[in-house]
């Protein structure tokens, strides 16, 4: 993520494991009340088991780090904003925090309208708390790559996901995100470690998996329905990816 992501355990219990792309994975686990609290220069990748008898929930908060409400907190605490990022926190449980996100939950779940000015509030509150608490200050101030901020991404993943069985479409993607072409595929790059291309062929792939193992539908309708005009160019690009054309993964 772009933003630092703060993730917190609203209800159950989950074993989760994270690791850089190539790197080994490091476990830890999440119950009710602990966070999380990361962001990373590069992709990473994360997943979880969670207790199948208990429903797992939790609440997700993208912190802008750069924005107003953050460069005014720490001037008020006599911090420099661009010299600062917050430290990596996985499963700890902090009573502030697990106190101003369930107000923060139970506001903007109420039946009437959310206040603003509460849940502003709220927000300015955790900010302070966050930066007196997990903030560290950098001994420079650190360039990033352009990455996509996390709503922009969801955007795009969101239409890309929604629309595989058309024709990839690298302008509207761009468009909806209200960035010109190169911007948008480097940013992407930068946050997903893979073009917007590769990421969307990917899933054309993962999507036709699915449907072999969960579905008795013939081989040409879900080559049509995953984007692809005939079996053999699905077949081809099945075998590239996966290493076996689609009739033997349906097989195993």
């Known amino acids: 993520m772009a933003e630092h992501f703060l993730v917190r355990v609203i209800s159950g219990e989950a074993q989760v494991e994270e690791r850089e792309l190539t790197g080994e ?23 979880w088991q969670a207790d199948p008898d208990r429903p797992f929930e939790v609440l ?5 780090f750069r924005r107003p409400l953050v460069n005014r907190a720490a001037r008020s605490l006599g911090l420099t904003p661009s010299r600062l990022s ?18 923060l939950t139970a506001e903007i779940q109420t039946t009437h309208s959310a206040s603003s000015l509460f849940v502003n509030g709220l927000l300015e ?35 890309m996901e929604a629309h595989l069985a058309e024709p990839f479409d690298l302008d509207f993607l761009a468009g909806l995100c209200g960035m010109s072409r190169f911007h948008f595929s480097r940013s992407f790059h930068n946050t997903m470690g893979q073009s917007p291309s590769r990421w969307f062929i990917r899933r ?19 080559a049509l329905t995953s ?24 097989k195993l």
């Open 125 to 159: 509150s955790l900010t302070v708390h966050l930066l007196r608490h997990y903030a560290q200050t950098q001994p420079s101030p650190t360039s990033r790559p352009a990455q996509l901020p996390a709503w922009k991404l969801r955007k795009a993943l969101d239409h």
């Open 86 to 103: 917050m430290r990596d926190i996985a499963g700890v449980q902090d009573a502030f925090i697990s106190g101003v996100l369930t107000g």
């Open 25 to 47: 994975w490091t476990k830890s686990e999440a119950g009710s009340g602990s966070f999380f609290l990361t962001q990373t220069d590069a992709p990473y990748l994360m997943r």
């Open 60 to 64: 997700h908060l993208y912190l802008g």
């Open 204 to 222: 054309r792939v993962d999507h036709a998996k699915d449907l072999l193992s969960q579905t008795n539908r013939s081989i040409i309708e879900i």
């Open 227 to 250: 984007g692809y005009e005939s079996a053999s160019h699905f077949t081809q690009m099945f075998r590239r990816k996966t290493g076996i054309i689609p009739r033997d993964f349906r």
